[in-house]
């Protein structure tokens, strides 16, 4: 495993979970009827606190942490459309689903047998679950 890759790998995936809370709450703002965000905040927050964890990790290793989401940025650009032309809950499902996603790569990852040990305590004590913690709270949302 090329561990300076696998971070970053996860890195652009908290970039782009970033780039779409961002772009969620400018939708919130400009169309009140997509509801409120401070259900959202703090994960929004959270992703902020993982990029910059997982940037301290790379810069640890040696690496340059990735500055964009990269493809995974085109996730953000559906819910920003989406949010807008599909409403409060369609918006809500797109983050939903973006979180389960992310949940699914941080457990792929611990299944790698070549990741380092400090990757590994911050995906279990904090990453992992906060993911778990944001499909809970937006599937809250959605009943």
Do not use: C
């Not at 973006?98 to 790569?105: M, R, S, V």
């Amino acid at each position: 495993m090329n561990n300076i890759k696998a971070i970053n790998s996860l890195l652009k995936d908290e970039l782009a979970a970033v780039e779409t809370y961002q772009q969620m709450f400018e939708k919130l703002r400009e169309d009140a009827s997509l509801g409120e965000t401070e259900s959202l905040l703090p994960i929004y927050e959270n992703h902020k606190t993982a990029v910059t964890s997982l940037q301290a990790l790379i810069r640890q290793s040696g690496g340059t942490p990735a500055v964009t989401s990269g493809v995974w940025g085109a996730w953000s650009k559906l819910i920003e459309g989406g949010a807008k032309l599909l409403g409060k809950v369609s918006a809500l499902e797109a983050l939903r689903v973006g979180e389960k996603i992310g949940e699914e790569e941080y457990e792929r990852a611990l299944k790698d047998t070549e990741l380092p040990a400090d990757l590994f305590s911050l995906i279990m004590s904090t990453l992992l679950p906060a993911q778990k913690s944001h499909t809970h709270t937006l599937n809250r949302l959605l009943v």
